[in-house]
C-alpha cells in the first residue's frame, strides 16, 4: 500500500532484515518527499502513502569521494566531473558511485563470540549504485542510473534471501524562452524472494516492472502553477506458498495500468490552494478509476499554518502473507485477483457486485504546523483513511472451486476474498534546533481494522504506539565533537497465536482413508482466533561518539563510537511455531569505525 521510488522507479523492498540499514546511501540524497496520506495527483497506484527519493547528481568540478569501515560494513562514495571543461563554465557531466558491503558475517565470530551460540550474526547484504548525468548550458540535463541490492539471513531454523536490480533513465527538458518545463523517465525494476523454514517447502515471489512517463510543469502568472502529465508501466508477478496440507498454490500475472493526472498549485492572500485530478486505467482489467485530490494550507500568521489534504486511491497490486509465521518476515507480491468473490458485503452489511480484487481508498488528513519559537516547531496530524475494497488470501477457503461445488458460497471456495477496512490515528512532531544542540521527536498513536466479511481484525501491520526521538550535541570549540542519541519503541505487532498440534491426515484416498489406523509422521498446528495476540513491544537505544579531524590537503577523517542496543533488549526476529525457538534481534554490540573524505 505503499509506494517509495527512487530517482522516479519503484523499489520494492527498502530495508535489509537487519533492522538498521536501508537500501538508501544517505551521502547521495538530494531531496525526499514523504506523503502519509492525502497525496497529490502526480502519484498513483498506492492506496496509502507515497515516499519519493532523488539522489544527486555527481560533483562537476572536482573529484571527491568517502570510505568507511566499522564492523557493521564497508561503504564507498565516488564522485567526479566528465566532459571537457571549457573556460570557467563547470565540464558538461559528472558521475557518481556509492557500494556498501556487510561485513557482520565476516566479523561477528571474532567479535562477538557470545552470539548466536559462537555462530556470529548471519547477516549479510551488498547495494550498489550508479548514475552518469550530461547537462547543456541551458538547464537541460539527462541521467542513466542503474542499482543493485542482495540480503540474505541464514539460521539453522529459516533463511530469507531477496535481491533487487534495476536502472532508468531520466531526462529534463528547458526550452529557451518557455515557461513550460518537459520531464520524462523510463526504467524498469525487479524484485524477487525466497523464505524457506526447516520442514517446510520454500516459498517464494518475484515482481518486474517497467515504468515509462512525462511530467510538465508550466508556470502562470500571479504565482500559479500547472503540473500535468502521464505515465504508462506494467509488471509480471509469481507466487509460489503451500497451505497447511503441503498443496502447492501458484499466481503467475502481468498487468498493465496507463495514468494521467493534472495538478494546480496557486497561492492567494494566506492560501496556497492545491486541487488536483487522476484518471487510472487498469488495462488489464478493463476498469477505469477517477480519483480527485485536494490540499489546502492557510496561514494564520507567521507562527501558525493550518492543513488539510484527501481524496480517491487505488492499487492494482496486493501482498499476500502467512497466518502461520507469528513474524512476518515473508510477503508475496500479487497483482490485483479475478478471483473473488462475486458480491461482496461489507462492515456496513451493504452488497458490492464486484468483478476483480482493485484496490480503493478514501483520505481525509486535517493538521497544523506551529513555530513555538526560532528554534521550536511543532507539527500534528490527524487522519482518517476508509479502504472501501482490500483483496486477501481466502483464510476462509474450504472447498475448490469446481463444478461440484457450484452451489457453494464464494467466500468459501474462491482462492481470494475482497475485505474492507479503515485507519486512523494521530501523528505528532517536534523540533529543537540552537547552536550546539539538536532534538527530533516524533509519536504516532493510529489503529488499523479490516473486515472480512466475518469478522473485524486487526492486520499485521497494526501498530498502535511509535516514538522515535533523536537528539545531538557538538562538543568543542571548533565543534568538532558529536555525542548523538537514538531511541525508538514500538508496540508489539498482532500474529495468530497456537491453539494446538494435531497428526495431518491428508484423506488423498477420499473416503476409503483408513484414519482410525493411519498414524501419520506429520504433525502440524491448530491456530487460534486469527491476529488474537500482540508481540512483545520493540525498543532500542543506541548511542554514537564522533571526532572530525580536519587535514590541511581539504580532506577530512572522522572516528566514530558507537554502541547498538544499549541496554541488550531481546527484540522477536523471528518465530519457529512448531519449536517455539525464538531468535532476536541484535543483542548490545559495541564497535568502532572509520571515515575518510577527500
Do not use: C
Not at 485530478?277 to 477505469?288: D, E, I
Not at 492494482?316 to 473473488?340: E, M, Q, R, W
Amino acid at each position: 500500500q505503499n509506494k517509495i521510488l527512487l530517482d522516479g522507479m519503484t523499489i520494492y523492498n527498502p530495508f535489509h532484515s537487519i533492522g538498521f540499514y536501508s537500501i538508501f546511501e544517505t551521502e547521495l540524497v538530494k531531496n525526499v518527499d514523504i506523503f502519509t496520506g492525502g497525496f497529490e495527483s502526480k502519484y498513483g497506484g498506492r492506496i496509502s502513502s507515497v515516499m519519493d527519493i532523488t539522489y544527486r547528481d555527481g560533483n562537476r568540478q572536482k573529484v571527491e569521494g568517502k570510505v568507511s569501515t566499522s564492523p557493521f560494513l564497508a561503504k564507498m562514495v565516488l564522485e567526479g566531473p566528465l566532459g571537457k571543461k571549457i573556460g570557467t563554465s563547470p565540464r558538461t557531466g559528472s558521475y557518481i558511485f556509492s557500494a556498501k558491503h556487510s561485513l557482520l558475517d565476516y566479523t561477528s565470530k571474532s567479535l562477538y563470540p557470545g552470539i548466536n551460540q559462537g555462530n556470529g550474526l548471519p547477516f549479510n547484504f551488498t547495494d550498489l549504485y550508479g548514475k552518469v548525468t550530461l547537462n547543456s548550458s541551458d538547464g537541460s540535463k539527462i541521467s542513466a542510473f542503474a542499482f543493485y541490492n542482495t540480503d540474505s539471513v541464514n539460521y539453522s531454523v529459516a533463511d530469507l534471501n531477496w535481491q533487487a536490480a534495476g536502472g532508468g533513465v531520466n531526462f529534463l527538458m528547458v526550452p529557451v524562452g518557455s515557461p513550460i518545463f518537459i520531464r520524462g523517465h523510463v526504467n524498469g525494476s525487479s524484485f524477487s524472494t525466497t523464505f524457506q523454514e526447516t520442514g517446510a517447502e520454500p516459498r517464494t515471489s518475484s515482481i518486474g516492472g517497467f515504468d515509462l512517463g512525462f511530467d510538465f510543469s508550466y508556470f502562470l502568472k500571479n504565482e500559479g502553477e500547472m503540473n500535468y502529465g502521464f505515465n504508462f508501466n506494467g509488471f509480471n508477478t509469481n507466487f509460489t506458498t503451500y497451505n497447511e496440507l503441503q498443496r502447492k498454490i501458484e499466481a503467475v500475472n502481468f498487468t498493465t495500468e496507463i495514468g494521467a493526472y493534472i495538478n494546480f498549485r496557486k497561492i492567494w492572500l494566506r492560501w496556497v490552494l492545491q486541487p488536483g485530478l487522476r484518471t487510472q486505467v487498469y488495462a488489464s482489467l478493463g476498469t477505469v478509476s477517477i480519483e480527485p485530490r485536494i490540499a489546502v494550507k492557510y496561514n494564520v500568521n507567521e507562527k501558525f499554518r493550518l492543513k488539510l489534504s484527501g481524496g480517491r486511491f487505488s492499487q492494482n497490486f496486493t501482498s499476500a502473507s502467512s497466518d502461520k509465521d507469528i513474524v512476518n518476515l515473508f510477503n508475496g507480491l500479487l497483482s490485483a485477483p479475478t478471483n473473488v468473490q462475486e458480491n461482496f458485503v461489507n462492515e456496513f452489511q451493504q452488497v458490492k457486485n464486484t468483478k476483480n480484487g482493485l484496490q480503493y481508498s478514501w483520505h481525509a488528513i486535517l493538521g497544523g504546523e506551529y513555530d513555538l519559537s526560532r528554534n521550536i516547531s511543532l507539527n500534528v496530524e490527524g487522519y482518517y483513511k476508509y479502504f472501501s475494497q482490500l483483496s486477501n488470501i481466502n483464510q476462509n477457503k474450504l472447498y475448490d472451486d469446481i463444478a461440484q461445488f457450484a452451489t457453494v458460497d464464494d467466500v468459501f471456495k474462491k482462492d481470494f476474498i475482497l475485505e474492507s477496512g479503515q485507519s486512523y490515528g494521530v501523528d505528532l512532531l517536534i523540533k529543537y534546533n540552537k547552536d550546539r544542540l539538536f532534538l527530533w521527536g516524533t509519536y504516532s498513536l493510529s489503529k488499523s481494522t479490516r473486515w472480512d466479511g466475518f469478522i473485524s481484525y486487526f492486520p499485521v501491520f497494526d501498530r498502535r504506539h511509535n516514538v522515535n526521538m533523536v537528539g545531538s550535541y557538538l562538543l568543542g570549540k571548533d565543534k568538532t565533537y558529536e555525542v548523538s542519541v537514538r531511541w525508538n519503541l514500538g508496540s508489539g505487532l498482532p500474529f495468530t497465536p497456537t491453539a494446538g498440534y494435531y497428526q495431518l491426515i491428508n484423506f488423498q484416498g477420499g473416503v476409503t482413508t483408513d484414519y482410525v489406523n493411519e498414524n501419520p509422521e506429520n504433525v502440524t498446528t491448530l491456530l487460534g482466533d486469527f491476529n488474537s495476540k500482540r508481540l512483545p513491544y520493540y525498543h532500542r537505544l543506541d548511542i554514537t561518539a564522533k571526532k572530525r579531524i580536519k587535514f590541511k590537503n581539504k580532506s577530512e577523517m572522522e572516528l566514530i563510537l558507537s554502541v547498538t542496543n544499549v541496554y541488550n533488549r531481546n527484540n522477536i526476529f523471528y518465530v519457529n511455531r512448531v519449536t517455539g525457538e525464538e531468535i532476536y534481534q541484535f543483542p548490545i554490540l559495541p564497535s568502532f569505525g572509520l571515515n575518510y573524505k577527500f
